[in-house]
């Protein structure tokens, strides 16, 4: 069974970093997109960030130039560091992957759990 496995998320003060990591366990054939979406409280789902496995990214204008997605592809992981976070940027974060799970398959997309991003002094 596949699962993505979130972790790293928290209270932080304003101005302060975190690290979210996202891990791909089960059995695939490849993980093409990942990324990270956010629901803050009485809002829907967003973007925050999308990384191909080809490492081109797109980036919500919201987090521009204070959030840098990463991954390692041989450990079928995603990473986000989130600098600068402000009290807006609280949220659950989930994590997303396409994935195909086996060669001939259409490729399927997976979600995490989420884990609670909260920003307040």
């Known amino acids: 069974q596949v699962q993505l496995v979130e972790s790293g998320g928290g209270l932080v003060q304003p101005g302060g970093s975190l690290r979210l990591s996202c891990a791909v366990s089960?059995?695939?054939?490849?993980?093409?997109?990942m990324g990270w979406y956010r629901q803050a409280p009485g809002k829907e789902r967003e973007l925050v960030v999308i990384?191909?496995?080809?490492?081109?990214?797109n980036y919500a204008d919201a987090v521009k130039g204070r959030f840098t997605i990463s991954r390692d592809n041989a450990e079928n992981t995603v990473y986000l560091q989130m600098n600068s976070l402000k009290p807006e940027d609280t949220a659950v974060y989930y994590c997303?992957?396409?994935?195909?799970?086996?060669?001939?398959?259409?490729?399927?997309?997976?979600w995490g759990e989420g884990t609670l991003v909260t920003v307040s002094s």
């Open positions: 990384i191909t496995d080809g490492d081109n990214t």
């Open positions: 997303n992957a396409v994935i195909k799970l086996r060669p001939r398959d259409y490729a399927r997309n997976f």
């Open positions: 089960g059995s695939i054939f490849s993980v093409n997109l």
